[in-house]
């Protein structure tokens, strides 16, 4: 049965209901500005942050009111900066009906199996126009932030684009990340690759293959082949371990294979100034990952220290000069250009390289040592005072999903709720070490919650697994590797 409703009678009641609408909303408008301007001081206060403070309390309600900038939406306008794995996580099921949410990002994270085709790109990659289309996108750069007049100034990355724009924020929420930190070694910038992002991982595997192809031209020697050949790795954490992990898989598995002639001149080494691999994991997986290694032919050079990168010779204190054909940088993260910009108007952390925080995610003016009213930074670009934590995906994480619920909160209006500082909960650390074996290491839960090898390995996949964003890639993630067991990884060169 279908019932037809007369247009005019339609349009009386449309303005009928928006009249209500607009004088329920300039009435709550109104009350809102006159409680606050009467009794702001006696329910709203704001957390004094000391320098000397070794812990947070919970507070009442300690995020400021603010006038609201724009029209349609109680909370105004949201602006995220980065869509990483803080960033992204604190989009997924992010209050679009009380916030114009607005992202700028110019990239997305990576996982080291789409730099040797164990994944595609497309694995990893999700888009966020599709994820939530009342949510606004921009591909571009955030060069700077006017705290005060609440701006931020971007710059497209859009190719052949370098346009520059401006957004204006109610709410500002820094999730940057940060870069790859070369540590003034002359040289790593320009001859280095690096494991950031999804441009990254197509020149790493372009370059594994362009070292094979050049290696086996009839004009190379033996010597030249061999430097071709050595494959090398600066950084012996997880992030560095994994990727040589999958890089020794791709060339024994595959490569091997291509390359028959070439396989017994390849050579690859694990360079880290510290004295082990994996120093934040137990000892006794620490010495796992390394025999394996070793039996696998992989070079672990601890206690090195990097002088100089050159074009195709790595400079190394304790042993000289080294020739290489491909070089990864896979060390510790230092600050990105846009919070590197922020030094003269917030606060930072004993290394001058992150944004320091209040327990609430929010950050710290510089002059008067208190949270900045609505704006918060998580990821690895921001650390909490006097409670440091690792720039890992799992704080990230964390850091994301308390974030959302808390500014689901503000947006309640409701000024009597008590919101608790933030408090990591660590689920421990794991990595993979080639050939379906890894490291688990859950000490931060049991003290006995330790684990190496294939079951191990099993865990770290249904772990990563689990951490991907939409149900579209954990469909596609198990797809490939399936396609890679049986067909052998991607080659391809695009």
């Known amino acids: 049965m279908i019932f037809i409703i007369p247009t005019r009678m339609l349009s009386t009641c449309s303005r009928t209901l928006l009249t209500r609408e607009v004088l329920s909303q300039t009435y709550n408008n109104v009350r809102r500005s006159f409680h606050q301007d009467t009794t702001f001081s006696k329910k709203f206060?704001?957390?004094?942050?000391?320098?000397?403070?070794?812990?947070?309390?919970?507070?009442?309600?300690?995020?400021?009111?603010?006038?609201?900038?724009?029209?349609?939406?109680?909370?105004g306008r949201l602006v995220i900066l980065g869509s990483g794995w803080a960033g992204y996580k604190l989009i997924q099921d992010m209050d679009t009906k009380h916030y114009e949410v607005i992202v700028v990002s110019p990239s997305t994270p990576l996982l080291a199996s789409s730099s040797v085709g164990t994944l595609e790109f497309r694995c990893i990659l999700e888009p966020i126009r599709k994820y939530s289309p009342k949510i606004q996108f921009y591909q571009a750069y955030a060069d700077t932030i006017d705290l005060k007049q609440k701006i931020v100034y971007c710059t497209s990355n859009l190719e052949r684009s370098k346009n520059k724009f401006s957004l204006n924020y109610d709410t500002l929420v820094i999730a940057a990340g940060?870069?790859?930190?070369t540590f003034g070694i002359k040289g790593v910038g320009e001859n280095a690759l690096f494991l950031k992002d999804v441009s990254d991982a197509r020149r790493i595997r372009q370059r594994v293959i362009e070292c094979f192809e050049h290696a086996g031209q009839?004009?190379?020697?033996?010597?030249?082949?061999?430097?071709?050949?050595?494959?090398?790795?600066?950084?012996?954490?997880?992030?560095?371990?994994?990727?040589?992990?999958?890089?020794?898989?791709?060339?024994?598995?595959?490569?091997?294979?291509?390359?028959?002639?070439?396989?017994?001149?390849?050579?690859?080494?694990?360079?880290?100034?510290?004295?082990?691999?994996?120093?934040?994991?137990?000892?006794?997986?620490?010495?796992?990952?390394?025999?394996?290694?070793?039996?696998?032919?992989?070079?672990?050079?601890?206690?090195?220290?990097?002088?100089?990168?050159?074009?195709?010779?790595?400079?190394?204190e304790e042993d000289g000069e080294v020739p290489y054909g491909m070089l990864v940088w896979a060390t510790g993260l230092t600050d990105n250009p846009l919070t590197?910009?922020?030094?003269?108007?917030?606060?930072?952390?004993?290394?001058?390289?992150?944004?320091?925080?209040?327990?609430?995610?929010?950050?710290?003016?510089?002059?008067?040592?208190?949270?900045?009213?609505?704006?918060?930074?998580?990821?690895?670009?921001?650390?909490?005072?006097?409670?440091?934590?690792?720039?890992?995906?799992?704080?990230?994480?964390?850091?994301?999903?308390?974030?959302?619920?808390?500014?689901?909160?503000?947006?309640?209006?409701?000024?009597?709720?008590?919101?608790?500082?933030?408090?990591?909960?660590?689920?421990?650390?794991?990595?993979?070490?080639?050939?379906?074996?890894?490291?688990?290491?859950?000490?931060?839960?049991?003290?006995?919650?330790?684990?190496?090898?294939?079951?191990?390995?099993?865990?770290?996949?249904?772990?990563?697994?689990t951490m991907t964003v939409s149900l579209r890639n954990k469909m596609l993630i198990p797809m490939y590797w399936i396609l890679t067991w049986l067909f052998g990884r991607d080659i391809s060169r695009f």
């Open 45 to 75: 206060s704001l957390l004094t942050v000391s320098t000397k403070s070794s812990s947070i309390q919970s507070i009442q309600s300690p995020f400021a009111k603010r006038n609201v900038a724009s029209l349609g939406k109680t909370q």
């Open 178 to 181: 940060a870069n790859s930190n």
């Open 218 to 316: 009839p004009n190379i020697t033996e010597q030249e082949a061999f430097g071709l050949l050595h494959f090398a790795v600066v950084g012996g954490g997880p992030t560095g371990i994994e990727f040589s992990a999958e890089l020794h898989d791709f060339i024994t598995e595959d490569m091997a294979r291509l390359y028959p002639d070439l396989i017994n001149l390849v050579t690859m080494s694990v360079y880290d100034i510290a004295p082990q691999i994996l120093g934040s994991f137990d000892q006794s997986l620490r010495e796992f990952a390394t025999k394996k290694f070793t039996r696998k032919g992989i070079k672990i050079r601890t206690g090195r220290k990097v002088k100089e990168v050159n074009e195709r010779k790595l400079i190394i």
């Open 340 to 465: 590197r910009s922020m030094g003269n108007q917030v606060v930072k952390d004993k290394s001058a390289k992150r944004l320091l925080t209040d327990g609430f995610l929010r950050v710290l003016d510089k002059e008067s040592f208190q949270p900045i009213d609505n704006v918060y930074a998580l990821g690895d670009c921001a650390s909490i005072q006097d409670y440091d934590l690792p720039a890992t995906a799992q704080v990230a994480n964390q850091k994301a999903v308390y974030l959302r619920k808390v500014l689901t909160q503000i947006a309640k209006d409701n000024p009597i709720m008590d919101i608790k500082p933030f408090k990591f909960l660590n689920l421990g650390s794991m990595a993979y070490i080639g050939k379906k074996e890894a490291v688990v290491d859950m000490t931060p839960v049991s003290n006995k919650a330790i684990e190496s090898g294939r079951l191990a390995w099993i865990f770290w996949r249904s772990a990563y697994f």
